[in-house]
């Protein structure tokens, strides 16, 4: 496990993944996407034990992009591998949170659309920085971010390669929760308890469901829900036992 590029650290069913090259600002190279892919194949196994999984960056960015630097030695193909760890990122079973504080460019927003939801704090700045370099998105930019925001937003954003910050970023729908300099840590902490909170079998079968059916018409994706009933969560019956003696 390549730690120095991607730290993992659990808590109580939270699992809190790192990017650990703040000297570049956690720029995604080869050995930090060797290093999300051993971790990511370890949680996809690891439903009953972890409930969450947040995702953020070491030092002053969550992160640049891609590595630069690589790109001159790269063949001019599409990097599969490095797109189908994002992919795996976002077919994880449990919730995944995107924690963004300062820049989140390019491939750095790739790999925060991959996760169910971005916070962020008011330093945060996005950007998709393709065009300036004169590459081409593989990681899931031009199919991920308009159906977030909408395609108009996107193409602003793709066509351009202008800053939105934080504030505009919430406005548009890109960001989910937004907080103010040193509240940061406490808003993650509380909304990743509220995930935790809820079934972990329920959230899992919801986020696969809703993957399985994106796209569909909603006679299909209704009739999809109900042929793929999964059941109730194997705790469902405390639960309500629970509730009920709150009750009297």
């Known amino acids: 496990m390549k730690a ?13 993944l790192t990017l650990n090259r703040p000297g570049k600002l956690n720029a995604l190279g080869s050995d930090v996407f060797d290093a999300l892919n051993e ?14 999984v947040v995702l953020r960056g070491a030092g002053r960015a969550f992160c640049a992009g891609a ?11 599409p990097p599969t591998h490095k797109a189908l760890v994002i992919d795996r990122l976002a077919g994880l079973p449990m919730p995944v949170v995107a924690a963004v504080h ?7 927003l790739e790999l925060a659309l991959a996760c169910d939801f971005i916070v ?7 950007a998709d920085t393709h065009g300036k370099w004169g590459l081409v998105s593989t990681w899931g930019m031009s199919q991920r971010l308009p159906r977030r925001v909408g395609v108009s937003a996107a193409k602003r954003m793709m066509l351009t390669g202008s800053e939105v910050s934080a504030a505009d970023a919430k406005d548009m729908g890109l960001v989910d929760l937004l907080v103010q300099r040193g509240e940061f ?44 009933y999964a059941g109730r969560a194997p705790d469902y019956r405390d639960r309500i036992a629970s509730f009920r003696r709150t009750r009297t």
Not at 4 to 16: K, N, P, Y
Not at 102 to 108: A, D, Q, R, S
């Open 39 to 52: 971790h990511i194949a370890a949680l996809e196994s690891a439903e009953h034990t972890i409930g969450c």
């Open 67 to 77: 590595d630069l630097g690589e790109l001159g030695e790269a063949a001019d193909s």
């Open 185 to 228: 840590d406490a808003m993650l902490k509380n909304f990743t308890a509220e995930l935790l909170a809820n079934s972990w079998f329920t959230n899992a079968v919801t986020k696969r469901r809703m993957l399985d059916t994106e796209g569909l018409p909603l006679e299909r994706a209704l009739a999809r829900e109900r042929e793929h």
């Open 102 to 108: 300062g820049i989140c460019f390019t491939g750095g």
């Open 4 to 16: 120095q590029t991607v730290s993992r650290q659990d808590a109580d069913g939270l699992c809190t």
């Open 120 to 126: 962020a704090d008011v330093t945060a700045r996005f």
